[in-house]
C-alpha cells in the first residue's frame, strides 16, 4: 500500500447524491480535487488568493471505484504526489473512512506545470519541487 502523508476530510453534501442513495461518480473528482488543492496549501505553494498562480493544470485522471459512498460515511481524501517530472508530477489518491477502514476509490492525476498568463507548459518551479520531495521524500527526476 502507498505510504501517504496528507489527508483531507470531505463532507458528503446531499447534492452530491443520486437516486441511488450513493455519491455520484463524477463527484470522486471533485473529492480528489478538494484534496489536491488543501495539498497544495498545506505545502505553502499556493496562497488560495489567485487561481493564475495556481500553476498546474489538469492532463489525465483515472478513477477505480471501489465501493459506493453514502451519506453517512464519514470519508477523507489522501492525496500525494508519486512522480515528479520536468513539467508533470503524477499525484494519487484514495477515498477511504476516516479511520481507514474502507476504500472507496483510488485514482491518479498527471498535473502538468502551466503559466496561466503565458498560456503555455513551465518547468515545474523549483520551490514547489524541493517543498514537494522533502514532504514525499521522493526521488527528484527533474
Not at 492525496?79 to 508530477?89: A, D, F, H, N
Request: charged content about 25%.
Amino acid at each position: 500500500m502507498p505510504k501517504f502523508h496528507f489527508s483531507y476530510p470531505i463532507t458528503v453534501r446531499y447534492s452530491d447524491l443520486d437516486p441511488q442513495g450513493h455519491v455520484n461518480n463524477a463527484c470522486y473528482l471533485s473529492y480528489f480535487e478538494h484534496g489536491r488543492v488543501a495539498y497544495i496549501q498545506h505545502l505553502e505553494l499556493w496562497d488560495g488568493k489567485s487561481f493564475l498562480d495556481l500553476g498546474f493544470v489538469l492532463a489525465n485522471a483515472k478513477v477505480d471505484f471501489k465501493a459506493p459512498i453514502l451519506m453517512a460515511d464519514d470519508i477523507q481524501v489522501r492525496v500525494r504526489v508519486s512522480r515528479l517530472g520536468g513539467k508533470s508530477l503524477e499525484m494519487e489518491y484514495e477515498i477511504t473512512t476516516i479511520l481507514d477502514e474502507k476504500i472507496f476509490a483510488t485514482g491518479s492525476t498527471t498535473m502538468v506545470a502551466y503559466d496561466y498568463r503565458a498560456g503555455r507548459a513551465i518547468l515545474i518551479p523549483s520551490a514547489w519541487r524541493e517543498e514537494i520531495v522533502a514532504f514525499e521524500k521522493i526521488k527528484n527526476n527533474s
